[in-house]
């Protein structure tokens, strides 16, 4: 969870506080929209009527977007071309300027739609922070993915990410780890196998079957597993994250076969309130 300190504006912890408990202030929300290209920035999403941000340890996509808004035509059929950054906002600050705090960036993918009681049509969409894109695809056709014996894990890491076009310069990691043995992940989970295991007769021995296409989500967590990092997961700023995790015991090894002990479930939330851990959320009705 962010402090309030971690804000846009630099008002203090203290000066957001006495706002928060002044018993007038208000909570409002802002959507930002960026080319995922270039990005550049559109104008803010002109009409949001609900927004809410949660996060969930046990989904592969740890931060998730709740939207409700009135149409907005550079959005309408436009899967994948943009990024969304929801801005949480409390005051009026002494100033009269408000404390505006971002949390997450999201892939912009396809609203439902529907016809409100004002005769209006209306959008909701559920959305996934940047690592939603490593689910999207893995190795494709006939071609491969190989680690090899040596490298630094990090580097893979890096090159995953520059596939799926999630920007390089937003990784935080810290993985020191290398591959002890070349690895090949075929673009079909039943074949992802040691180099050196082919059998002959299209045998290859150890199969490790998943069952369907691989994902770069799945290479990611194994990699992650095998540096001793945390499963990927997105910050608040839209980063891509790979952390040292403290609740695995793994050797930074083989980024197929790590050896993680029982790491708890947990679920948390972000909020600027006093409440402990709700979940950011806000209309106009509330």
């Not at 491969?144 to 490298?151: D, K, N, P, Q």
């Amino acid at each position: 969870m962010k402090p309030l300190s971690a804000n846009r504006q630099g008002y203090s912890q203290q000066e957001i506080e006495s706002v928060m408990f002044s018993g007038v202030a208000w909570f409002g929300c802002r959507v930002e929209v960026y080319d995922r290209v270039t990005m550049n920035q559109l104008p803010d999403i002109p009409q949001v009527t609900e927004c809410s941000v949660d996060w969930d340890e046990t989904r592969e996509v740890k931060l998730g977007l709740s939207l409700s808004m009135l149409p907005y035509e550079p959005l309408r059929n436009a899967p994948f071309r943009y990024w969304v950054k929801p801005i949480f906002q409390v005051g009026p600050m002494p100033d009269n300027g408000w404390a505006e705090f971002a949390v997450g960036m999201y892939p912009w993918t396809r609203p439902k739609r529907r016809i409100n009681g004002l005769g209006q049509e209306e959008w909701t969409i559920e959305l996934g922070d940047i690592t939603h894109l490593l689910q999207l695809s893995g190795p494709h056709g006939e071609s491969s993915f190989w680690i090899h014996r040596g490298v630094r894990l990090s580097h893979y890491i890096v090159r995953i990410l520059n596939e799926v076009g999630i920007p390089s310069p937003n990784v935080t990691t810290i993985a020191t780890g290398f591959a002890l043995q070349d690895l090949i992940y075929s673009y079909d989970s039943s074949y992802r196998f040691p180099e050196g295991h082919y059998l002959g007769d299209g045998l290859w021995d150890p199969p490790v079957t998943r069952g369907g296409a691989e994902t770069w989500m799945n290479i990611m967590r194994d990699i992650h597993k095998a540096a001793g990092l945390q499963e990927p997961w997105s910050d608040t700023n839209g980063g891509y994250k790979a952390t040292a995790d403290k609740q695995w015991w793994v050797v930074p090894a083989v980024a197929y076969q790590p050896s993680p002990c029982t790491r708890p479930t947990r679920r948390a939330s972000f909020s600027t309130a006093q409440r402990r851990n709700p979940t950011w959320q806000w209309s106009p009705t509330s």
